[in-house]
C-alpha cells in the first residue's frame, strides 16, 4: 500500500498552480532567490505571484550559478539561479528578526547540473549549530524541499548549509514565513515537515496565494477510498487558516461499511511527532443523517472518540504532547460509530516530527 512517506519530498515545483481571484498580503515574507544577481534585483514569479528578492543582503560566501536552461520550463523562476559553496565546510544566510516569531523556513533545492558535471550533491542543512536536515538530490531535474516549523530564539536567525562529503552544497530558494504564535505548538523543538496532504484527485498542488501562509499542500489519494467535494464556501477560519480548496475535498472509504486507514513510518524509531487533521463536513446530511467515528491508532489507542465534523467549517484535531511509535510506524483507523449513518471523512492531514535543539540556535 502506498503511504504518506515523502509525499512533499520529490516534489517538482512546476505543476499548474490554481489561481486564485484574490491578492493576498505578503507581509511578513521572505523569499530569497539564491544567486539572483544583481543584489538589488526582485520580480514577481507568475504563478504564484510571490515576490522573490536576491539573497545578497543575507550571504556574502558562495559562488552564484544557473540551472541548465532546457529545464527552465519545469520550474518556477526562483529555481532557475543558485547559491553553490565550493568553499569552506559551512556558509550560513544570516536574518535579523525578531525573538519569539514563530516560523515557517522552507529551503528548495533544484541541481539542474549546474555545475555540468552530471554529479547529484549530498550535504546538510543546519539551522544554528542544530542539523536539521539531510539533502540528497536524487537527479538533475528533481526538486527537493525541506520545511521547518520553528519559534526564534533569539533576535537572529541562522540557516547554514554544511558540506559532508566531496560534493559541493547549493541552495535555489530561501523562504521564510510568518505564523500565527498560537498554532503548531510544541512542548519543546520545532516541527520538520514529513507530510502535507489534501485528500482530493486533482493533479495541483496548492500553496500562496490559495494558502495565505504560503504552506505547501500536495495532493493525495488513500487506496480504496473515494473523494467528495463542494462548491459551497466553507469556514476556514480556526487559528489553522487551511485554504478553501483543501476545505472543499475530503476522502471516506470506497466500501462506505469500511474503516478509513492512514499509515506511514517516521524514520528514527524514537521520533517524536505532532500530527494535524482537518475535517469539515462538506456533504448536504438529511435530517436523519449522522456522520461519528472514533479514531484510534496503533492498534486500538484512543486520538478522538466521537467527532461529528461541524457543516461547511474546519475542525482542527492535533495532539497537545508529541507521540511516538516503538517501531516509527503509525496507523490511524477512523471507524464509523454505532449511531453513525456515513462513512468516516478527512480533508486534510500533516505529519512533523519533532526536531530539538540542544542549546539555544
Ligand atoms: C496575481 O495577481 C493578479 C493581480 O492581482 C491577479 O489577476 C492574478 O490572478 C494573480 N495570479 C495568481 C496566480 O494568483
Ligand atoms: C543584522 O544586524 C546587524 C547588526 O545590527 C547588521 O550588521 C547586519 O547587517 C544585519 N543583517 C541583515 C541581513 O540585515
Ligand atoms: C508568542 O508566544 C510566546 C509565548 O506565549 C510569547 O512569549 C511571545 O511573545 C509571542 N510572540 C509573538 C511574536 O507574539
Ligand atoms: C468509540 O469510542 C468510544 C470511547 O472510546 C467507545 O466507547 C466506543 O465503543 C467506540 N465505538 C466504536 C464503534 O468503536
Ligand atoms: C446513540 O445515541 C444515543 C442518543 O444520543 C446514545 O444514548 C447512545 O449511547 C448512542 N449509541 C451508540 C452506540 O453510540
Given at each position: 500500500m502506498k503511504t504518506l512517506n515523502g509525499v512533499l519530498l520529490l516534489?517538482?515545483?512546476?505543476?499548474?498552480f490554481l489561481q486564485s481571484a484574490q491578492s493576498q498580503d505578503q507581509s511578513g515574507f521572505i523569499s530569497l532567490d539564491c544567486?539572483?544577481?544583481?543584489?538589488d534585483t526582485t520580480y514577481t514569479?507568475?504563478?504564484?505571484n510571490i515576490t522573490y528578492v536576491s539573497d545578497g543582503n543575507h550571504i556574502d560566501s558562495g559562488v552564484v550559478g544557473k540551472i541548465?536552461?532546457?529545464?527552465?520550463?519545469?520550474?518556477?523562476?526562483?529555481?532557475?539561479n543558485l547559491r553553490s559553496f565550493p568553499e569552506g565546510e559551512r556558509n550560513c544566510y544570516n536574518f535579523n528578526l525578531t525573538r519569539n516569531q514563530k516560523y515557517l523556513i522552507r529551503g528548495t533545492f533544484v541541481y539542474g547540473n549546474y555545475d555540468g558535471l552530471n554529479q547529484l550533491p549530498s550535504f546538510d542543512l543546519h539551522i544554528g549549530s542544530t542539523k536539521w536536515a539531510s539533502i540528497s538530490i536524487r537527479g538533475v531535474a528533481t526538486g527537493s524541499i525541506r520545511e521547518i516549523i520553528h519559534v526564534l530564539t533569539q533576535d537572529r536567525l541562522q540557516v547554514c548549509l554544511v558540506k559532508t562529503g566531496v560534493t559541493t552544497p547549493f541552495i535555489s530558494s530561501l523562504e521564510l514565513r510568518p505564523l500565527n504564535n498560537?498554532?503548531?505548538?510544541?512542548?519543546t523543538g520545532s516541527l520538520m515537515l514529513v507530510s502535507r496532504v489534501y485528500?482530493?484527485?486533482?493533479?495541483s498542488f496548492i500553496r500562496y496565494d490559495e494558502d495565505i501562509h504560503d504552506r505547501v499542500w500536495m495532493p493525495y489519494v488513500g487506496a480504496k477510498t473515494s473523494s467528495l467535494r463542494t462548491d459551497l464556501e466553507v469556514d476556514?477560519?480556526?487559528?489553522?487558516?487551511?485554504p478553501q480548496l483543501v476545505a472543499k475535498t475530503a476522502m471516506i472509504p470506497a466500501n462506505p461499511s469500511e474503516a478509513l486507514s492512514l499509515e506511514w513510518t517516521l524514520a528514527g524509531i524514537t521520533a517524536q511527532s505532532y500530527i494535524y487533521m482537518h475535517f469539515a463536513e462538506i456533504q448536504n446530511l438529511e435530517a436523519n443523517e449522522i456522520r461519528e467515528f472514533n479514531i484510534t491508532y496503533?492498534?486500538?489507542?484512543?486520538?478522538?472518540?466521537?467527532f461529528r465534523p461541524a457543516k461547511l467549517s474546519v475542525t482542527t484535531i492535533f495532539n497537545p504532547r508529541a507521540v511516538s511509535s516503538p517501531d516509527g510506524r503509525f496507523k490511524f483507523t477512523f471507524a464509523m460509530t454505532g449511531n453513525s449513518t456515513l462513512p468516516p471523512l478527512i480533508n486534510a492531514l500533516e505529519i512533523y516530527k519533532v526536531l530539538d535543539f540542544p542549546s539555544d540556535a
Open positions: 516534489l517538482i515545483i512546476t505543476f499548474a544567486g539572483l544577481v544583481p543584489k514569479e507568475k504563478t504564484t541548465d536552461e532546457t529545464l527552465r520550463t519545469q520550474f518556477q523562476q526562483q529555481a532557475w498560537g498554532t503548531y505548538v510544541t512542548q485528500f482530493s484527485p486533482s493533479p476556514t477560519s480556526n487559528l489553522y487558516k487551511v496503533n492498534g486500538g489507542l484512543n486520538w478522538f472518540s466521537f
